[in-house]
Nanobody, 122 residues
Framework: QVQLVESGGRSVQTGGSLRLSCAAL????????MAWFRRPPGKERELVAA???????NYADFVKGRFTIAIENANHTMWMQMNGLKSEDTAVYSC?????????????????WGQGTQVTDY
């Protein structure tokens, strides 16, 4: 069982950049399909980006061209580079892991979650 710990969330000026990290404690990402989800204030959880154990990436339309997701297996870390931040990017961001393939947006199929980190655009 893998434990996930996010970091990097903070307040950022509109148009700025931020990198979120998700560390795997007691495990490795090599056997997991990973994703970043977010929950904006008063809204439902939504998929931001996903990466399979084979390295295939998938991005929500609202972040394509602005966000990049990647895994550093040597450091047991997944990160997401966020550029060109907008007000609508304000949310709690959480990383999630699944040992099985997961359909896009099926957050309920990810058994492992981090505690979340707050990103605020101002």
């Amino acid at each position: 069982q893998v434990q996930l710990v996010e970091s990097g969330g903070r307040s950022v000026q509109t148009g700025g950049s931020l990198r979120l990290s998700c560390a795997a404690l007691g495990g490795t990402f090599a056997d997991y399909n990973m994703a970043w989800f977010r929950r904006p204030p008063g809204k439902e959880r939504e998929l931001v980006a996903a990466i399979t154990s084979g390295g295939h990436t998938n991005y929500a339309d609202f972040v394509k061209g602005r966000f990049t997701i990647a895994i550093e297996n040597a450091n047991h870390t997944m990160w997401m580079q966020m550029n060109g931040l907008k007000s609508e990017d304000t949310a709690v961001y959480s990383c999630a892991a699944s040992p099985l393939p997961v359909g896009s947006g099926d957050w309920f199929k990810y058994p492992y979650w981090g505690q979340g980190t707050q990103v605020t655009d101002y």
